[in-house]
C-alpha cells in the first residue's frame, strides 16, 4: 500500500520513529541498523511495509530498498514472523546476514533471540539460493563494535523492551563492551552488540 514515505523524523528510539508526513505522525517499527541512520528533526525518505492483521495494523519502515527486501525475505519464512524479521535485522547488517546465509552458518543465526536451530536451518534452505540476488557477494561486512559504557542504561532500557530480564540484558552488554574491538559510538551499535552476545 505505501512504497515509501517521505517527511521529518519527529521522534526515534531504537526500534521505533516517528515521521512526520504533510502534518500526520507515521508511528514505524524499524531495525537497529535503520535507527543507526536517523536523526530527530531531520528528513528522510524511507521505505515502507504494512502489515495488515485483525488485530493491528503495522507499518514497518526502512533506510534502504535493500534492507526492504531483506525483510519480506526473512518474514516469508516459515516460522519467521515480522518481529523476528526485525530482530534478525537488528542484530545482523545486511551484509553479516547475507555472509551467514550464503555460508550456512546456522550458529550464527541462532545467535539471534528468537532463532532456534530448527528456525535457522530453514532460513538457510529457503534463502541461500536468495540471498545473492539482493546483496551481491564481495561487499565486506561491517564489525561489532566495543566501548562507551556512557550507552549502558539506554540500551539496558531497550533491551528489556525487547523481552530479556533486567539480568540477562545486563550480561549481554557487559559481554558486548568485553568482546568488541572497534569503537562503540551509539547507543544503537552498543544494543546490536549486546544481541550478538545474550
Known amino acids: 500500500?505505501?512504497?515509501?514515505?517521505?517527511?521529518?523524523?519527529?521522534?526515534?528510539?531504537?526500534?521505533?520513529?516517528?515521521?512526520?508526513?504533510?502534518?500526520?505522525?507515521?508511528?514505524?517499527?524499524?531495525?537497529?541498523?535503520?535507527?543507526?541512520?536517523?536523526?530527530?528533526?531531520?528528513?528522510?525518505?524511507?521505505?515502507?511495509?504494512?502489515?495488515?492483521?485483525?488485530?493491528?495494523?503495522?507499518?514497518?519502515?526502512?533506510?534502504?530498498?535493500?534492507?526492504?527486501?531483506?525483510?519480506?525475505?526473512?518474514?516469508?519464512?516459515?516460522?519467521?514472523?515480522?518481529?523476528?524479521?526485525?530482530?534478525?535485522?537488528?542484530?545482523?547488517?545486511?551484509?553479516?546476514?547475507?555472509?551467514?546465509?550464503?555460508?550456512?552458518?546456522h550458529k550464527r543465526l541462532q545467535a539471534v533471540k528468537g532463532i532456534g536451530a530448527k528456525t535457522a536451518q530453514r532460513i538457510v534452505i529457503e534463502l541461500k539460493d536468495k540471498i545473492n540476488d539482493v546483496i551481491p557477494a564481495g561487499e565486506s561486512s561491517t564489525e561489532a563494535t566495543s566501548a562507551a559504557k556512557g550507552f549502558h542504561q539506554g540500551a539496558l532500557e531497550a533491551l528489556m523492551a525487547l523481552g530479556m530480564s533486567k539480568i540477562a540484558a545486563d550480561r549481554s552488554i557487559r559481554a558486548a563492551l568485553k568482546n568488541s574491538e572497534a569503537e562503540i559510538t551509539s547507543e544503537e551499535m552498543l544494543i546490536k552488540a549486546a544481541l550478538r552476545n545474550r
Not at 527486501?69 to 515480522?82: Q, W
Open 1 to 105: 500500500m505505501y512504497a515509501y514515505l517521505k517527511g521529518k523524523i519527529v521522534h526515534r528510539e531504537a526500534m521505533q520513529a516517528i515521521l512526520e508526513v504533510g502534518g500526520i505522525g507515521y508511528d514505524l517499527r524499524i531495525s537497529l541498523q535503520t535507527s543507526e541512520q536517523l536523526e530527530e528533526d531531520k528528513a528522510y525518505k524511507l521505505f515502507t511495509h504494512l502489515q495488515i492483521r485483525d488485530d493491528a495494523h503495522t507499518l514497518f519502515a526502512f533506510y534502504t530498498q535493500t534492507e526492504r527486501k531483506l525483510f519480506l525475505m526473512l518474514n516469508g519464512v516459515s516460522g519467521v514472523g515480522a518481529a523476528t524479521a526485525l530482530m534478525i535485522l537488528s542484530s545482523l547488517d545486511s551484509n553479516e546476514l547475507r555472509d551467514a546465509i550464503s555460508s550456512g552458518e
